[in-house]
T-cell receptor, first 116, second 113 residues
Framework: EPEVTQTPSHQVTQMGQEVILRCVPI?????FYWYRQILGQKVEFLVS????????KSEIFDDQFSVERPDGSNFTLKIRSTKLEDSAMYFC??????????????FGPGTRLTVT | GENVEQHPSTLSVQEGDSAVIKCTYS??????FPWYKQELGKRPQLIID?????GEKKDQRIAVTLNKTAKHFSLHITETQPEDSAVYFC????????????FGAGTRLFVKA
């Protein structure tokens, strides 16, 4: 069964550094999402992406965040200047909402980001 | 902004009993309501979902009900088993005018053997 993959599984970075989290969505999906989950807390929506542009973004997704689909398979989240409070698990998800008449989102295994 | 309230935050039941988790959403444009089970250190796993044009849905021991007028939806797990112990999240998702999913705060379910 096709799966969403994410790399790296764990990223440690220093405050102020830039990080890029990578995701490979399921190949025939057209809708892509990033979420974050601070340890022990709820899953928080960051951004959705469709047709090569941002569809929606949350208040968390400020100017330090950006997303890109640089080629036909990867979907990336960039954090420009990391802060301690960016430490969290970041999940990528994809769906074929509408196309296959299903809204189900398929989650990747997550990237644990630790900012020191 | 959009919000999803989830109750209770913790639920402890005896094996074989039922568990009920309730959620309320604020965005009237929400049209899809998934429920996720998350085990420690793992990704959220979809266990059941319901769309806004349906009032209830059942899959073996799991059922979900939706009251669109009241903006309430609930998860019911019958005949609970120790392996049902996990954190459960409800979510309300909008697929018109942009795609956005808001999660509830989660319910930690303990099933005692």
């Amino acid at each position: 069964e096709p799966e969403v993959t994410q790399t790296p599984s764990h990223q440690v970075t220093q405050m102020g550094q830039e990080v890029i989290l990578r995701c490979v969505p399921i190949s025939n999906h057209l809708y892509f999402y990033w979420y974050r989950q601070i340890l022990g807390q709820k899953v928080e929506f960051l951004v959705s992406f469709y047709n090569n542009e941002i569809s929606e973004k949350s208040e968390i997704f400020d100017d330090q965040f950006s997303v890109e689909r640089p080629d036909g398979s990867n979907f990336t989240l960039k954090i420009r200047s990391t802060k301690l409070e960016d430490s969290a698990m970041y999940f990528c998800a994809s769906s074929d909402a509408g196309q296959g008449n299903s809204y189900e989102q398929y989650f990747g295994p997550g990237t644990r980001l630790t900012v020191t | 902004g959009e919000n999803v309230e989830q109750h209770p935050s913790t639920l402890s039941v005896q094996e074989g009993d039922s568990a009920v988790i309730k959620c309320t959403y604020s965005d009237s444009a929400s049209n899809y309501f998934p429920w996720y089970k998350q085990e420690l250190g793992k990704r959220p796993q979809l266990i059941i979902d319901i769309r806004s044009n349906v009032g209830e849905k059942k899959d073996q021991r799991i059922a979900v009900t939706l009251n669109k007028t009241a903006k309430h939806f609930s998860l019911h797990i019958t005949e609970t088993q120790p392996e049902d112990s996990a954190v459960y999240f409800c979510a309300a998702s909008r697929h018109t005018g942009g795609f956005k999913t808001i999660f509830g705060a989660g319910t930690r379910l303990f099933v005692k053997a």
